[in-house]
Protein backbone atom coordinates (compact mmCIF):
# COMPACT_ATOMS: atom_id res chain seq x y z
CA UNK A 1 0.00 0.00 0.00
CA UNK A 2 1.25 3.47 -0.72
CA UNK A 3 0.54 6.58 1.33
CA UNK A 4 -0.86 9.55 -0.57
CA UNK A 5 -0.62 13.12 0.62
CA UNK A 6 -1.86 16.75 0.11
CA UNK A 7 -5.26 18.14 -0.87
CA UNK A 8 -5.55 18.58 -4.66
CA UNK A 9 -3.32 15.00 -5.55
CA UNK A 10 -6.46 13.60 -3.38
CA UNK A 11 -9.08 15.29 -5.25
CA UNK A 12 -7.71 14.43 -8.44
CA UNK A 13 -7.60 10.42 -7.25
CA UNK A 14 -10.69 10.58 -5.80
CA UNK A 15 -12.45 12.08 -8.92
CA UNK A 16 -10.63 9.76 -11.02
CA UNK A 17 -12.08 6.46 -11.73
CA UNK A 18 -8.21 5.25 -11.29
CA UNK A 19 -8.39 6.06 -7.90
CA UNK A 20 -7.34 3.19 -5.87
CA UNK A 21 -8.20 4.90 -2.20
CA UNK A 22 -9.15 2.41 0.49
CA UNK A 23 -9.27 5.06 3.50
CA UNK A 24 -8.76 8.58 4.58
CA UNK A 25 -6.86 10.15 7.67
CA UNK A 26 -7.52 13.74 8.02
CA UNK A 27 -5.63 15.95 10.81
CA UNK A 28 -8.04 16.74 13.98
CA UNK A 29 -9.51 20.41 13.14
CA UNK A 30 -8.69 20.33 10.03
CA UNK A 31 -11.38 22.56 8.07
CA UNK A 32 -11.49 24.20 4.34
CA UNK A 33 -13.17 23.92 1.31
CA UNK A 34 -10.59 21.35 0.01
CA UNK A 35 -11.00 19.58 2.41
CA UNK A 36 -14.75 19.51 2.64
CA UNK A 37 -14.71 18.80 -1.19
CA UNK A 38 -12.42 15.69 -0.48
CA UNK A 39 -14.63 14.15 2.16
CA UNK A 40 -18.21 14.73 0.29
CA UNK A 41 -16.18 12.71 -2.68
CA UNK A 42 -15.00 10.05 0.29
CA UNK A 43 -18.52 9.59 1.07
CA UNK A 44 -19.63 9.73 -2.26
CA UNK A 45 -17.05 6.51 -2.61
CA UNK A 46 -18.24 5.09 0.81
CA UNK A 47 -14.57 5.63 1.34
CA UNK A 48 -13.71 5.12 5.15
CA UNK A 49 -12.46 8.37 7.10
CA UNK A 50 -10.68 8.40 10.52
CA UNK A 51 -9.29 11.18 12.47
CA UNK A 52 -5.95 11.65 13.89
CA UNK A 53 -3.51 13.86 15.77
CA UNK A 54 -0.92 15.86 13.07
CA UNK A 55 1.58 14.18 14.36
CA UNK A 56 0.38 10.75 13.45
CA UNK A 57 0.37 12.02 9.63
CA UNK A 58 3.99 13.86 10.14
CA UNK A 59 4.80 10.04 10.94
CA UNK A 60 3.06 8.74 8.11
CA UNK A 61 4.51 10.77 5.66
CA UNK A 62 8.18 10.96 6.61
CA UNK A 63 7.39 14.69 7.66
CA UNK A 64 6.67 15.81 4.34
CA UNK A 65 3.87 18.46 3.98
CA UNK A 66 0.57 16.69 4.11
CA UNK A 67 -1.84 19.57 4.20
CA UNK A 68 -3.55 17.32 6.87
CA UNK A 69 -5.02 15.15 5.21
CA UNK A 70 -3.70 11.92 3.47
CA UNK A 71 -5.11 8.85 1.82
CA UNK A 72 -3.86 5.10 1.73
CA UNK A 73 -4.11 3.52 -1.51
CA UNK A 74 -2.81 0.51 -3.42
CA UNK A 75 0.64 0.99 -4.98
CA UNK A 76 1.05 3.23 -8.30
CA UNK A 77 0.60 1.36 -11.42
CA UNK A 78 3.53 1.48 -14.32
CA UNK A 79 1.81 1.50 -17.89
CA UNK A 80 3.44 -0.21 -20.33
CA UNK A 81 5.23 1.20 -23.49
CA UNK A 82 2.65 -0.25 -26.07
CA UNK A 83 -0.19 1.27 -23.66
CA UNK A 84 1.35 4.66 -24.13
CA UNK A 85 1.69 4.46 -27.45
CA UNK A 86 -1.81 3.34 -28.54
CA UNK A 87 -2.90 6.75 -25.84
CA UNK A 88 -2.89 9.76 -27.95
CA UNK A 89 -5.02 12.34 -25.73
CA UNK A 90 -8.34 13.94 -27.42
CA UNK A 91 -7.45 16.67 -29.60
CA UNK A 92 -3.61 15.96 -30.47
CA UNK A 93 -2.04 16.07 -33.60
CA UNK A 94 0.33 13.60 -32.85
CA UNK A 95 1.77 11.31 -30.62
CA UNK A 96 4.56 12.32 -28.36
CA UNK A 97 6.46 10.20 -25.97
CA UNK A 98 8.42 11.67 -23.27
CA UNK A 99 11.48 9.36 -22.05
CA UNK A 100 13.36 10.91 -18.74
CA UNK A 101 17.35 9.70 -18.30
CA UNK A 102 18.67 10.12 -15.26
CA UNK A 103 16.17 12.22 -13.54
CA UNK A 104 16.36 10.99 -9.82
CA UNK A 105 14.66 14.00 -7.73
CA UNK A 106 10.91 13.31 -7.37
CA UNK A 107 9.95 16.73 -7.09
CA UNK A 108 11.99 16.84 -10.66
CA UNK A 109 9.52 13.72 -12.12
CA UNK A 110 6.39 14.91 -10.48
CA UNK A 111 6.78 18.54 -12.44
CA UNK A 112 7.41 17.20 -15.84
CA UNK A 113 4.25 14.73 -15.33
CA UNK A 114 2.54 17.89 -14.66
CA UNK A 115 4.17 19.43 -17.44
CA UNK A 116 3.26 16.86 -19.86
CA UNK A 117 -0.37 16.48 -19.02
CA UNK A 118 -0.96 19.82 -19.30
CA UNK A 119 0.79 19.89 -23.13
CA UNK A 120 -1.22 16.09 -24.06
CA UNK A 121 1.63 14.19 -23.77
CA UNK A 122 1.25 10.59 -24.50
CA UNK A 123 2.66 9.60 -21.80
CA UNK A 124 6.35 9.27 -20.02
CA UNK A 125 8.63 6.27 -19.86
CA UNK A 126 11.34 6.10 -17.40
CA UNK A 127 14.54 3.17 -16.60
CA UNK A 128 14.52 1.18 -13.74
CA UNK A 129 17.64 1.85 -12.47
CA UNK A 130 18.99 5.46 -12.08
CA UNK A 131 15.36 7.03 -11.79
CA UNK A 132 13.21 8.26 -9.00
CA UNK A 133 9.71 5.79 -9.35
CA UNK A 134 6.36 6.79 -8.68
CA UNK A 135 5.54 7.78 -4.87
CA UNK A 136 3.32 9.56 -2.83
CA UNK A 137 5.88 12.67 -3.55
CA UNK A 138 5.58 12.18 -7.11
CA UNK A 139 1.94 12.18 -7.08
CA UNK A 140 1.55 15.42 -4.96
CA UNK A 141 4.58 17.33 -7.43
CA UNK A 142 2.33 16.89 -10.19
CA UNK A 143 -0.78 17.92 -8.51
CA UNK A 144 -2.62 15.21 -9.35
CA UNK A 145 -1.81 15.10 -13.04
CA UNK A 146 0.18 11.52 -12.04
CA UNK A 147 -3.99 10.17 -12.21
CA UNK A 148 -4.71 11.08 -15.19
CA UNK A 149 -0.75 10.62 -17.04
CA UNK A 150 0.68 6.93 -18.11
CA UNK A 151 4.39 6.11 -16.42
CA UNK A 152 5.89 2.77 -17.92
CA UNK A 153 9.38 1.19 -16.18
CA UNK A 154 11.49 -0.50 -18.82
CA UNK A 155 14.41 -2.38 -18.04
CA UNK A 156 17.10 -0.71 -20.96
CA UNK A 157 15.96 2.86 -22.49
CA UNK A 158 18.30 2.23 -25.33
CA UNK A 159 16.31 -0.70 -26.31
CA UNK A 160 12.83 0.92 -25.51
CA UNK A 161 14.08 3.45 -28.32
CA UNK A 162 14.70 0.67 -31.10
CA UNK A 163 11.42 -0.43 -30.13
CA UNK A 164 10.12 3.39 -30.73
CA UNK A 165 11.70 3.50 -34.08
CA UNK A 166 10.10 0.14 -34.91
CA UNK A 167 6.96 1.58 -34.21
CA UNK A 168 7.57 4.81 -36.55
CA UNK A 169 8.77 7.10 -34.20
CA UNK A 170 11.53 9.76 -34.30
CA UNK A 171 13.60 10.43 -31.33
CA UNK A 172 14.37 13.70 -30.06
CA UNK A 173 17.62 14.38 -27.22
CA UNK A 174 17.72 17.33 -25.22
CA UNK A 175 21.32 18.55 -25.88
CA UNK A 176 22.90 22.02 -24.52
CA UNK A 177 24.67 21.55 -28.25
CA UNK A 178 21.27 20.70 -30.53
CA UNK A 179 19.64 22.25 -32.75
CA UNK A 180 17.69 25.42 -31.68
CA UNK A 181 15.26 26.27 -34.59
CA UNK A 182 11.92 24.98 -34.19
CA UNK A 183 11.72 23.96 -37.90
CA UNK A 184 13.82 20.66 -36.86
CA UNK A 185 10.33 19.55 -35.42
CA UNK A 186 8.68 19.71 -39.36
CA UNK A 187 6.56 16.88 -41.04
CA UNK A 188 7.28 14.59 -37.59
CA UNK A 189 3.61 12.89 -36.46
CA UNK A 190 5.74 10.07 -34.22
CA UNK A 191 7.74 12.08 -31.64
CA UNK A 192 9.88 10.97 -28.87
CA UNK A 193 11.34 13.31 -26.87
CA UNK A 194 14.16 12.27 -24.70
CA UNK A 195 15.01 14.46 -21.64
CA UNK A 196 18.31 13.61 -19.19
CA UNK A 197 19.20 14.75 -15.60
CA UNK A 198 20.56 18.69 -15.03
CA UNK A 199 23.61 17.68 -13.91
CA UNK A 200 25.09 15.26 -16.61
CA UNK A 201 22.40 15.42 -19.72
CA UNK A 202 21.26 12.64 -21.56
CA UNK A 203 23.93 9.30 -21.78
CA UNK A 204 26.10 8.82 -23.99
CA UNK A 205 24.73 5.29 -25.19
CA UNK A 206 20.94 7.22 -25.16
CA UNK A 207 22.67 10.21 -27.25
CA UNK A 208 23.87 8.11 -29.76
CA UNK A 209 20.51 6.66 -30.18
CA UNK A 210 18.87 9.71 -31.17
CA UNK A 211 17.92 10.80 -34.51
CA UNK A 212 18.46 14.57 -33.59
CA UNK A 213 19.39 16.54 -30.47
CA UNK A 214 17.44 19.66 -30.13
CA UNK A 215 18.36 22.78 -27.31
CA UNK A 216 16.41 26.05 -26.06
CA UNK A 217 17.95 29.17 -27.44
CA UNK A 218 19.33 30.94 -24.54
CA UNK A 219 19.99 34.95 -23.98
CA UNK A 220 21.11 34.94 -20.10
CA UNK A 221 24.32 34.41 -18.90
CA UNK A 222 23.50 30.79 -17.28
CA UNK A 223 23.04 28.45 -19.69
CA UNK A 224 20.76 25.67 -17.77
CA UNK A 225 17.21 25.63 -16.86
CA UNK A 226 15.30 23.50 -14.47
CA UNK A 227 14.87 19.93 -16.29
CA UNK A 228 10.92 20.43 -16.35
CA UNK A 229 10.92 24.28 -17.67
CA UNK A 230 13.45 22.44 -20.24
CA UNK A 231 10.77 20.15 -21.19
CA UNK A 232 7.58 22.32 -21.36
CA UNK A 233 9.06 25.31 -23.59
CA UNK A 234 10.66 22.16 -26.09
CA UNK A 235 6.83 20.08 -25.67
CA UNK A 236 5.35 23.71 -26.44
CA UNK A 237 7.32 24.03 -29.52
CA UNK A 238 6.16 20.76 -30.58
CA UNK A 239 2.39 21.41 -30.06
CA UNK A 240 2.98 24.65 -31.77
CA UNK A 241 3.95 22.99 -35.01
CA UNK A 242 1.72 20.46 -34.99
CA UNK A 243 -1.04 23.49 -34.42
CA UNK A 244 -0.04 25.57 -37.57
CA UNK A 245 -0.02 22.61 -40.00
Known amino acids: ?34 IRKILALAAEKHI ?20 GVLGIRREFHYA ?19 LLDGITDP ?33 KASAGALQYTPVAMVVNLVRTIDFLKEKGFWIYGADVGGDSNSRVFDGINRLA ?3 GSEGR ?9 CDFLVSIPMKGKIDSLNVSVAAGIIIHQIMRKWDER
Open 1 to 34: MEVIYGVNPLLETLKSDAGEIRSLVVANGREGEG
Open 48 to 67: PVVYRMREELDRLTGGMVHQ
Open 80 to 98: TVEEIIARRPEGAEGDLVV
Open 107 to 139: QNLGALIRTGHCFGVNGFIIPGNRSASLTASVM
Open 193 to 195: LVM
Open 201 to 209: GIRHLVRKK
